[in-house]
């Protein structure tokens, strides 16, 4: 059994990589082809780029479709930061409040709660727009960003509400005995606390947030307040115009912040989820 062993570590470890590389090599295919010249890019088969060129993240980034990426880019950041900061306030609040306070309608509203994961966002689109559309927010940040403050996403409340379960209670009665109200409770004890859980649901947020696209699609019109994700779809021709180099380039750009996000927080995001977060 023991001589047994190093094989299947060789082995599993043989297996993770040629998976993984399966799954990152469309992202190496195009970071390389990001610096191919407009001939190079179908024409040949070979990963490195015969000749090097930056002329796509010039061309890309400083407008040429008539729109400046960084514009776009930074457009992007408020929507996520906004909605980040909403999601932590409404997830955090509403989790301790179902996990820690007793209230009469509290099972029936977890139950409810989770009766909406499995509702298609598609039900709600429609009248979601025209209730935005008749308050006078569309073609503004509003209906992407102030929903997160009203506990609109399930699952970061489930994940919370299972992480405070996980908190004992003795703290609670400990912070009581101090003269801690509920609110402090939450404020002092829960809330440092969960930070795992906290971070876990600022990431998947900040994820969902800038990769959006269909939800700014609908309610954005304005080009001065397009995001990453509509201005990728502007370098995308239906009369054979795509300028494929240049969305190559911009696509590397857009995943650079999602990449910084994970690299700083993947160790709270592990144990967050797997830890934690979905502890009964």
Same mark, same amino acid.
């Given at each position: 059994?023991?001589?047994?062993?190093?094989?299947?570590?060789?082995?599993?470890?043989?297996?993770?990589?040629?998976?993984?590389?399966?799954?990152?090599?469309?992202?190496?295919?195009?970071?390389?082809?990001?610096?191919?010249?407009?001939?190079?890019?179908?024409?040949?088969?070979?990963?490195?780029?015969?000749?090097?060129?930056?002329?796509?993240?010039?061309?890309?980034?400083?407008?040429?479709?008539?729109?400046?990426?960084?514009?776009?880019?930074?457009?992007?950041?408020?929507?996520?930061?906004?909605?980040?900061?909403?999601?932590?306030?409404?997830?955090?609040?509403?989790?301790?409040?179902? #996990?820690?306070?007793?209230?009469?309608?509290?099972?029936?509203?977890?139950?409810?709660?989770?009766?909406?994961?499995?509702?298609?966002? *598609?039900?709600?689109?429609?009248?979601?727009?025209?209730?935005?559309?008749?308050?006078?927010?569309?073609?503004?940040?509003?209906?992407?960003?102030?929903?997160?403050?009203?506990?609109?996403?399930?699952?970061?409340?489930?994940?919370?509400?299972?992480?405070?379960?996980?908190?004992?209670?003795?703290?609670?009665? #400990?912070?009581?005995?101090?003269?801690?109200?509920?609110?402090?409770?939450?404020?002092?004890?829960?809330?440092?606390?969960?930070?795992?859980?906290?971070?876990?649901?600022?990431?998947?947020?900040?994820?969902?947030?800038?990769?959006?696209?269909?939800?700014?699609?609908?309610?954005?019109?304005?080009?001065?307040?397009?995001?990453?994700?509509?201005?990728?779809?502007?370098?995308?021709?239906?009369?054979?115009?795509? *300028?494929?180099?240049?969305?190559?380039?911009?696509?590397?750009?857009?995943?650079?912040?999602?990449?910084?996000?994970?690299?700083?927080?993947?160790?709270?995001?592990?144990?967050?989820?797997?830890?934690?977060?979905?502890?009964?």
């Amino acid at each position: 059994m023991n001589r047994r062993s190093p094989m299947k570590t060789v082995l599993r470890h043989a297996v993770l990589l040629l998976v993984t590389f399966v799954m990152v090599y469309p992202i190496l295919w195009m970071f390389f082809s990001s610096f191919k010249p407009d001939d190079q890019i179908f024409s040949t088969s070979d990963l490195w780029p015969e000749t090097w060129t930056l002329d796509h993240y010039l061309a890309g980034f400083n407008g040429k479709l008539g729109m400046n990426f960084g514009q776009l880019m930074w457009n992007s950041l408020i929507i996520s930061a906004v909605v980040v900061v909403g999601t932590i306030f409404s997830s955090s609040l509403t989790g301790f409040a179902f #996990a820690r306070l007793r209230f009469t309608p509290r099972r029936f509203l977890i139950g409810f709660m989770l009766s909406t994961m499995m509702l298609p966002a *598609q039900v709600v689109m429609i009248p979601q727009y025209i209730m935005f559309h008749k308050i006078g927010w569309v073609n503004t940040y509003l209906p992407l960003t102030l929903p997160s403050f009203l506990g609109t996403v399930p699952f970061f409340i489930y994940l919370m509400v299972q992480f405070v379960r996980g908190i004992p209670r003795e703290l609670d009665e #400990a912070a009581y005995m101090d003269g801690c109200s509920k609110f402090q409770l939450f404020r002092l004890i829960i809330f440092p606390l969960a930070r795992p859980a906290i971070i876990t649901m600022s990431i998947f947020s900040f994820y969902w947030t800038w990769n959006d696209f269909f939800g700014q699609l609908i309610y954005l019109s304005d080009p001065e307040l397009y995001t990453v994700s509509l201005g990728l779809s502007m370098f995308i021709d239906n009369t054979g115009n795509t *300028q494929w180099g240049d969305l190559f380039a911009m696509s590397i750009l857009s995943i650079v912040p999602v990449f910084i996000v994970f690299l700083f927080f993947q160790r709270y995001l592990v144990e967050g989820i797997a830890t934690h977060g979905l502890k009964g």
